[in-house]
């Protein structure tokens, strides 16, 4: 059997690389305001959702690129491993629309979770379900806002961290918070691969 290592293109500039290339890599930049979440404890984004950060999500989002959201989602693990006291914590995501899953043919949220749990000692576990499958894409900022309804399944534990690709208002992940924490969750940390600053 022979080795096949596949070049792919960087979804930025389409120099052939192994996903982002480094220098794509440099121009992406931290958020320089956050969102206030009222059911969040702490909220970190790694990355403003600009231009080049934007291409990149998108590529792994529309065009199955699923190498690419997993290299993101590794450097996402370190980020938050530096940032947030993880220690007994559990992961999980807000999981995507039924609609987004079967066009991208992967539930992102799960892939990023995955990769930030894969070489620490925390576990993921899938804790929420959406209520309606409405799918939040193409909605205006009011819309937005309003959020998907989630059921919390399963029993979360206290602490809990809940990731998602791209943060918008918050609405999403502040409504899961919201869920959790009348399920008895104490103390809720969330984070996002990015997050659209308002213009
Ligand atoms: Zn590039």
Known sequence: MSMVFLERPCPVCGLLAKGICSVC???FRAPTEVALLEYVDKYMPMFDYNGNFRKAILAGKQA?????????????????????????????????????????????????????????????????????????TGKGRFHRLLGPKFRVIGEPPKTLLIVDD???????????????????????????LAYVQPR
């Open 25 to 27: 890599f440099s121009g």
């Open 64 to 136: 199955g690129r699923v190498d690419v959201i997993k290299q993101l989602a590794k450097l996402f693990g370190h980020f938050l491993l530096a940032n947030l006291d993880l220690k007994g914590t559990e992961v999980t995501w807000v999981p995507a629309s039924k609609f987004a899953k079967r066009r991208r043919g992967f539930d992102q949220g799960k892939v990023i979770a995955s990769s930030v749990v894969k070489g620490s000692d925390m576990r993921m576990a899938r804790y929420l379900v959406r209520e309606s499958h409405v799918s939040q």
């Open 166 to 192: 791209v943060v918008t208002t918050g609405a999403s992940i502040n409504a899961a918070a919201n869920v959790f924490r009348k399920a008895g969750c104490t103390k809720i940390y969330a984070a996002s």
